[in-house]
């Protein structure tokens, strides 16, 4: 399970270190950093898919990402006696994601190019790895790294706790996770990349009239739903066959009391809901917004592939505030399975998980994100060569 999660320099996310536990609700009011929090976690995700550079392109490069602030408060800047400006740097510009378990920890540090006059390429702009580690356990050390890069240089340490050089000239786009996992010399890399592929992602799943979850589709084995819910009915079989049938019987009970789901099975599979008092059963292209999205969370979060970490952003959309308990029962049953992150504005989700949760409560303070009432936990950044 992940303990500790950190990001510095990342939009409104200056520098930011949350405690984790098995379920983790993060809130806070509009524009306080819940969806620059959830973005963070999806950029941790693709360094291990090797795409992390891409999606920062997406959302217009590494110079709109970065945090907007000045490198630190003063006192002064604090209690509003001077104006917030900028001041020398002491650092050099850098956007830092990490996060640490009890069995290991990874942090990568990107930053900007070294400009050369003339450009020599017309990619000369793309931000760069400047450095990554991976340690064992919670906090970096010089004892507890595992493997380590600085620039374009990786090195490992092998069985005896030598360091080897396992690469000289890695490229300043490509991450050591990608690149130096290997199942022989750097076994403890391959682990953690393939546990940060299987973290999983679910962003405002469609509901709308088009979306794909209400047409019939091809069935084929579905042990993990897709981001878009479109093999709905094919992984509700799934989990019919080889995962918890009773559970998702009881999950669908709890929230409509006395109905039930069948797939039709076929070339193109069906899903229908049989409700107390209806002749017929329901297809999904009758249902409600949020009927249909209850299902597909119950689909996610029932998956007979569970992974390590599951993210949540806003499950709550289309949901009336009496299914929210409900909601919070089966998120509370997920976690004895998955580590959950669930991003929330919807007091009534929140109160509902209770004590079940460590609530992250979000605020702004002159264009920082910070966290209420939360104790920083300990936490080192690898550092440049």
């Avoid at 706790?161 to 076994?187: E, I, Y």
Wanted: charge should be neutral; include cysteine; charged fraction near 25%.
């Amino acid at each position: 399970m992940i303990t500790k999660l950190a990001i510095a320099g990342y939009r409104s996310l200056r520098d930011l270190v949350l405690p984790l536990d098995a379920i983790n609700v993060v809130t806070g009011p509009n524009g306080s950093g819940k969806s620059s929090l959830y973005r963070a976690l999806a950029l941790l995700a693709d360094i291990a898919h090797g795409r992390v550079l891409q999606s920062l392109a997406v959302e217009g490069g590494l110079s709109s990402t970065l945090w907007a602030g000045p490198e630190a408060f003063s006192r002064g800047m604090k209690t509003g006696e001077d104006p917030i400006q900028g001041t020398r740097r002491k650092n050099p510009i850098s956007l830092r994601l990490g996060f640490a378990g009890g069995d290991f920890g990874y942090a990568i540090d990107l930053g900007l190019p070294v400009q050369s006059k003339p450009p020599v390429s017309a990619f000369d702009r793309d931000p760069v790895i400047k450095a990554e580690s991976l340690w064992s356990g919670e906090l970096l050390g010089r004892a507890s790294v595992i493997a380590e890069r600085n620039g374009p240089s990786v090195r490992i340490r092998n069985e005896s706790g030598a360091w080897v050089q396992v690469m000289a000239q890695l490229a300043p786009f490509d991450s050591m996770m990608t690149h130096c996992s290997d199942p022989k010399s750097a076994l403890e890399l391959l682990l953690v990349r393939e546990e940060m592929r299987g973290w999983r992602f679910y962003d405002h799943l469609r509901t709308d009239r088009d979306a794909p979850a209400r047409k019939p589709q091809v069935g084929v084995h579905t042990p993990v739903l897709s981001s878009d819910g479109a093999d709905l009915a094919a992984a509700v079989q799934t989990i019919r066959e080889i995962g918890d049938s009773d559970a998702l019987d009881e999950v669908i009970a709890d929230a409509f009391p006395g109905a039930s789901l069948e797939v039709r099975p076929g070339d193109y599979f069906e899903l229908l809901l049989r409700q107390h008092g209806l002749l017929r059963p329901l297809a999904t292209s009758e249902l409600s917004d949020g009927t249909l999205r209850y299902l597909l969370l119950s689909a996610a979060l029932l998956s007979p592939r569970p992974p390590k970490l599951m993210i949540l952003n806003e499950p709550e959309t289309s949901l009336h505030v009496d299914l929210l308990p409900a909601l919070a029962r089966l998120i509370t049953r997920a976690s004895r399975r998955s580590q959950l992150i669930v991003v929330s504005h919807a007091a009534p989700l929140v109160n509902a998980l209770g004590d079940d949760c460590n609530r992250v409560i979000l605020a702004k303070e002159l264009g920082e994100t910070i966290a209420q009432d939360v104790e920083r936990p300990s936490w080192a950044w690898p550092s440049r060569s």
